[in-house]
């Protein structure tokens, strides 16, 4: 539940005590915090402000909850410009030197993460876990992308369920079984652990399947220097639902073969964030198992490859998946409900 503070009938406003803490960076539940500020002048001008507090356990943990916040303010700030400078129709040609130059420098800014498995990471593990993990998130997100960035090199296999703005079905089945609509969002059945938070998504996966060994050393801290530079480059792609996306989902999941930080890979995972389409990921950095399957089903290992049950369809070349996936799924007639 929301807390609020009160604007008072004056030309200021008057806090209302917080019911949990005073110091609202020591929440104990999550909140929001919205404001009227009334002007001094004539016309009295309101403006509203919203401020977000992540919830926190402990009363030395300040940090955490302050950066929480921040970065969701540069989202909230980030979302609605980088989607106005993109513009234009997702499903329409693109210029393709201004895509591979794009993400291509994308990936230059994150090496060398997720490009590579950690073999001393994964030598114990035998085989993949009983049960697929399954990841909420969405493509631009940096912080969903560390996530990501760890999943290849623990060489995990897992269900992605893609998150955009304006999204149908998966933001709200996060807030049925989270209590918030924030990302990304990791559920392990083998475990039966979920939770919240990059930095502890990406510790739980190496202490639980990587024998213990600690994450890539600037995997976490990078992410605040040059995780958000994918973003910025490729202006807002893999952040919003296109209109014309399925309101429901294809009766079986597509399986993508990829690994995080490869540029093309990228283009195609925009798309399917961009339809909301939930698939199946495996991966195949460097040092891979996968890269074996990979060879056996299409005669070599190069990235991505999209295999589609639904319709019986192979597609391995970055463009020509794109541009199927927009024909296949980006058609729909009936519009998506609006969001309240």
Aim: proline share 7%.
């Amino acid at each position: 539940m929301g807390h609020y503070l009160e604007r008072s009938s004056l030309k200021s406003w008057s806090p209302v005590r917080h019911p949990q803490k005073t110091a609202l960076r020591h929440c104990h539940t999550p909140c929001n915090l919205k404001l009227e500020l009334t002007g001094t002048n004539s016309s009295r001008k309101r403006r509203p402000c919203t401020i977000q507090c992540k919830a926190s356990n402990q009363e030395g943990n300040s940090s955490e909850v302050e950066k929480a916040p921040a970065a969701s303010s540069v989202l909230s700030f980030l979302c609605p410009l980088l989607k106005l400078v993109s513009g234009g129709d997702a499903a329409a040609p693109r210029n393709r030197f201004l895509e591979v130059a794009s993400t291509g420098f994308s990936s230059l800014a994150r090496q060398p993460w997720g490009s590579q498995v950690r073999t001393d990471a994964v030598a114990a593990r035998k085989a993949q876990p009983a049960k697929r993990l399954q990841v909420y998130e969405f493509e631009a997100c940096p912080f969903c992308r560390r996530v990501r960035e760890s999943l290849t090199e623990l060489d995990l296999e897992a269900e992605i369920y893609p998150c955009p703005k304006d999204s149908v079905r998966h933001r709200a089945a996060v807030g049925a079984k989270g209590g918030k609509e924030m990302f990304p969002y990791l559920v392990d059945p083998n475990t039966g652990e979920a939770m919240y938070e990059s930095s502890d998504i990406v510790k739980y996966l190496f202490r639980t399947y990587g024998g213990g060994a600690d994450p890539t050393r600037g995997l976490l801290e990078s992410t605040l220097v040059t995780g958000w530079v994918p973003t910025l480059l490729r202006a807002g792609r893999g952040m919003t639902r296109y209109p014309k996306a399925p309101v429901e989902a294809p009766g079986k999941m597509l399986e993508l073969y990829s690994y995080e930080n490869n540029q093309f890979a990228r283009l195609v995972r925009e798309a399917l964030c961009e339809l909301e389409l939930p698939y199946i990921l495996h991966n195949t950095g460097k040092g891979s198992a996968g890269r074996a399957v990979l060879l056996q089903l299409k005669g070599n290992t190069q990235v991505p490859y999209l295999v589609d049950p639904n319709t019986a369809t192979s597609v391995g070349d970055s463009e020509e998946i794109v541009k199927y996936l927009f024909k296949t799924y980006g058609q729909a007639s009936t519009p998506a409900p609006v969001q309240a």
